[in-house]
């Protein structure tokens, strides 16, 4: 499935947290510990700073977004209704595009959807842990462009 990958756009905030809150709590089985207000803050305040952008987009509809830089994927989520797809492949290829040949990032344990998708695009486990506001136990990965 081809989605337009497009930059980060403030019209786009609330619709994205959305998806995204949905997604994450689908895959870790727990409500998301913030705000609606606060995580609009922190996707178009905070993230900026330390990231690049980019959503997928189907018909206008946000169905996924990535933050990364050139080291470091910080966010990937998926709309629920629309994993499988080869949408996260789209967002992924984007960051490793643009990395520096090597990047690294955190998924939590219990996203096992999560932790076969990084598997098969070249990840390896590179930590375990709990470093999270959700402390829950987490798996730090990293790709190494071959």
């Known amino acids: 499935m081809n989605a337009d990958i497009i930059p980060f756009s403030r019209q786009y905030a609330e619709e994205t947290v959305a998806m995204w809150r949905e997604s994450k709590e689908r895959a870790i089985g727990q409500k998301e ?15 900026p700073e330390e990231c690049e952008i980019h959503l997928a987009l189907l018909d206008g509809k946000v169905v996924g977004i990535v933050a990364y830089n050139d080291t470091e994927i910080n966010q990937l989520y998926i709309h629920c209704h629309y994993q499988g797809l080869g949408i996260g492949q789209m967002l992924l290829d984007q960051a490793k595009a643009k990395s520096s040949g090597r990047l690294t990032l955190y998924t939590f344990e219990v996203n096992l959807n999560a932790q076969r998708f990084y598997e098969k695009n070249g990840f ?4 375990r842990g709990h470093e999270n506001e959700e402390n829950l136990p987490d798996i730090q990965y990293e790709w190494r462009a071959k």
């Open 33 to 47: 510990i913030h705000s609606v207000d606060s995580h609009i803050y922190f996707l178009t305040h905070i993230l």
């Open 124 to 127: 390896a486990v590179v930590g």
